[in-house]
């Protein structure tokens, strides 16, 4: 089974969701055959780090002018590969690039993709790619196929699959492709480059997370705010304490806020509806602060406090700055 991870860089480097595909890639199959994609200049050290982490085959197109990410070159070149190769499936991040690059090479494919999958798996009976996602308001979940076309196309959310170890035997296949002068042919020109400014709320890097949800009310969202800095902790927030204007939509964690896989969650007066939990389940260990005993995240977590966090939380934070 021929799968192709359309492995985005970030700075000439990897992305993270690139690597996080390639490894999933690797175990979605007996038989899967795992080629990295990538579109760029300079790509060796990206080459590299594709090899490091699984792809058996790299396809390299370099060239100066695909430096930044273009959708009328990228497209080209991307969907010229896979008329040439033609690939089972075609997996891309849901990121920015994924996001504006696959759906375009779909229509030129005449093939569906699924957005924002979750979850993805092979059919044992068909060998179909079963691409679950959020559905409905992510009130369910929903598993779709792509029977009739190819390749099977799906972008997926960063930080849902896991970068497994991986131990190299063979050297992969590297095929250099050399873009032709009309798939070269940009859509705009490239001004400039100006990096986002670093924040100090990294969520997506962060290792422990704190999360005020809506039972914090705005004075207990101060309250966690203080027991993160005192626990050397990221703070993060539901949508509804970003939507209350408590905490900025950078501290959001969920389906439409981001996804997040540190070492330790602690859920501080969130309920855990579905919407919540898809951003935050691959938290290592999950520590649960609420009065309701029996909500979805209390059920779920490793380690489940039925308390009220105006009674606990002062005292823990007097605790942490004793030690
Ligand atoms: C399309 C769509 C996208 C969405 N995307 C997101 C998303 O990205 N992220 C997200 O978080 N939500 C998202 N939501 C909203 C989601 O459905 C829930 O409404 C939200 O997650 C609930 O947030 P919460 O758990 O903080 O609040 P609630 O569900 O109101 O839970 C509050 C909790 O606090 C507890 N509590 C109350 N007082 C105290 C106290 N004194 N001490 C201890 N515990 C207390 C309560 O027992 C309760 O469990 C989305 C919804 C939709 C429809």
Redesign the pocket.
């Known amino acids: 089974m021929k799968i192709w991870i359309f492995a985005e860089l970030s700075r000439r480097r990897l992305s993270q969701v690139a690597l996080e595909l390639i490894s999933c890639a690797r175990g979605l199959a007996a038989d899967a055959k795992v080629t990295a994609v990538l579109i760029g200049h300079d790509l060796d050290a990206a080459i590299r780090e594709a090899a490091a982490v699984g792809a058996a085959q790299i396809i390299a197109a370099d060239h100066p002018l695909l430096e930044n990410y273009d959708d009328c070159r990228y497209e080209a070149i991307l969907t010229n590969l896979v008329r040439k190769y033609n690939p089972d499936i075609l997996l891309g991040g849901a990121t920015a690039v994924g996001r504006a690059l696959l759906p375009r090479c779909a229509v030129k494919l005449h093939t569906g993709l699924t957005a924002d999958c979750t979850q993805l798996a092979i059919e044992p009976e068909k060998g179909l790619l079963l691409q679950t996602r959020p559905a409905f308001?992510?009130n369910l979940f929903a598993t779709i196929k792509t029977a009739e076309h190819r390749p099977q196309m799906a972008t997926v959310r960063p930080q849902v699959m896991k970068v497994t170890p991986f131990t190299m035997v063979e050297e992969p296949e590297i095929i250099h492709v050399a873009p032709s002068e009309d798939e070269l042919k940009g859509s705009f020109d490239w001004l400039d480059f100006i990096p986002k400014p670093e924040s100090d709320n990294d969520l997506r890097n962060a290792k422990v997370i704190v999360t005020a949800?809506?039972?914090c009310g705005p004075d207990?969202v101060k309250l966690v705010r203080d027991f993160a800095a005192a626990a050397g902790a990221t703070l993060a927030a539901?949508?509804?304490?970003v939507d209350a204007g408590w905490l900025p939509y950078s501290c959001?964690?969920?389906?439409?806020?981001t996804t997040v896989q540190p070492d330790i969650y602690v859920a501080v007066?969130?309920?855990?509806?579905i919407?919540?939990w898809v951003?935050m389940s691959n938290a290592k260990k999950i520590i649960a602060?609420?009065?309701?005993s029996d909500?979805f995240m209390m059920q779920q977590a490793d380690v489940a406090v039925q308390?009220?966090?105006?009674a606990l939380l002062p005292a823990v934070i007097s605790k942490i700055k004793k030690n």
């Open positions: 308001g992510g949800g809506y039972g207990g539901s949508r509804p304490v959001q964690v969920g389906q439409t806020g007066g969130v309920s855990g509806a919407q919540h951003g602060i609420n009065k309701d909500c308390a009220d966090l105006f």
